[in-house]
């Protein structure tokens, strides 16, 4: 794989990390304030269904918190492939013939 593909998979991981990292957050939101809904006191008294939706709330915002931390992973490890991944460089030498000698052509790309 060349570099810039390395980079355009990091940031494919990177993105869909972001996404559903994303997702479970505002799930996470939604379900805290559900718990509030006449569920939960402020001071975090809250009765059985109160109780339930923060405990979902909770680990629907761990599910968010892994997917942000896998996102940011995959982005580091993206462009530690990308900027430690060996170069392309390329000598090329072209010899041509010619009828009253020849030429020896000599290029490098990087």
Not at 6 to 18: N, Q
Not at 20 to 32: M, N
Not at 33 to 48: Q, R, V
């Amino acid at each position: 794989m060349t570099r810039l593909q390395w980079r355009a998979h990091g940031r494919r991981v990177f993105r869909a990390g972001a996404v559903v990292g994303t997702i479970f957050a505002l799930r996470a939101k939604s379900k805290y304030d559900a718990s509030n809904a006449g569920h939960c006191l402020p001071d975090n008294e809250c009765d059985a269904t109160g109780q339930r939706d923060r405990a979902d709330a909770m680990s629907t915002a761990t599910a968010a918190t892994v997917a942000f931390v896998a996102s940011a992973a995959a982005l580091t490890a993206g462009a530690v492939l990308y900027f430690t991944a060996p170069k392309r460089d390329a000598l090329v030498v072209a010899a041509s013939p010619g009828p009253h000698g020849g030429s020896l052509r000599l290029s490098y790309s990087w």
